[in-house]
């Protein structure tokens, strides 16, 4: 099946510094978008892309839909203790609405 | 607007033994979702349906079933339990032909001794 590679697997940074995570596909998608994963909580849509090359932004939180249409960047800046938690992409693959998700990356901070 | 709901929150059941997990959603989505999560696995698609009066499998459909008991609501059955069903349930749901966003429930976190 569909297979998302995302990286990296964990990082713990320090309160303030900016965090930059990725995903790709062996596959184009549509459409890429990420959720962040609070503990004992559900997915939470964060940002969605829709078109190659698209930049968008919510906060501190800036994606980017790659021009290849596999892959996908998270960037986060000014890291913050709240922004621990797990993060996700995901996408449909072309012709599909069903999600595939990428295992995830698990984000520390460290006050 | 609460969203998705999911019940129960927490659940142990022994080896063999039945349960429904709930979900309902009042976004008026057409299309709702069953995922389970496990550790190093990400989500995986149990079951889904498109609209009201369909369903079909998704990448683990073994060992349950599901019912589109009307657009609000999609239930899951474990008909006999098993210690490799132990894990977080999720439901969740989208609007046909809105790119893929799905939204999702809380979760129930489901032990089967």
């Known amino acids: 099946g569909q297979q998302l590679n995302q990286s990296p697997q964990s990082m713990f940074i320090q309160e303030g510094e900016d965090v930059s995570m990725n995903c790709t596909s062996s596959?184009?998608?549509?459409?890429w978008l990420w959720y962040k994963q609070d503990p004992g909580e559900g997915p939470v849509l964060l940002i969605a892309?829709?078109?190659?090359?698209e930049l968008t932004s919510n906060g501190r939180l800036t994606a980017q839909f790659g021009i290849t249409r596999k892959d996908s960047f998270l960037n986060i800046s000014a890291s913050i203790p709240s922004d621990v938690g797990i993060y996700f992409c995901?996408?449909?693959?072309?012709?599909?609405?069903?999600?595939?998700f990428g295992k995830g990356t698990k984000l520390s901070v460290i006050p | 607007n609460a969203g998705v709901t999911q019940t129960p929150k927490f659940q142990v059941l022994k080896t063999g033994q039945s349960m429904t997990l709930q979900c309902a959603q009042d976004?008026?989505?057409?299309?709702m979702y069953w995922y389970r999560q496990d550790p190093g696995m990400g989500l995986r698609l149990i079951y889904y349906?498109?609209?009201?009066?369909?369903?079909d499998k998704g990448e683990v459909p073994n060992g349950y079933n599901v019912s589109r008991l009307n657009k609000r609501e999609f239930s899951l059955r474990l008909e006999s339990a098993a210690p490799s069903q132990t894990s977080v349930y999720f439901c969740?749901?989208?609007?046909?032909?809105?790119?893929?966003?799905?939204?999702f429930g809380p979760g129930t976190r489901l032990t089967v001794t």
């Open positions: 976004m008026n989505h057409n299309s």
């Open positions: 349906s498109a609209s009201e009066g369909t369903t």
């Open positions: 892309l829709y078109k190659a090359g």
């Open positions: 596959s184009i998608f549509n459409t």
């Open positions: 969740a749901s989208s609007e046909v032909g809105a790119g893929g966003e799905q939204y």
């Open positions: 995901a996408g449909p693959p072309a012709g599909s609405y069903q999600l595939t």
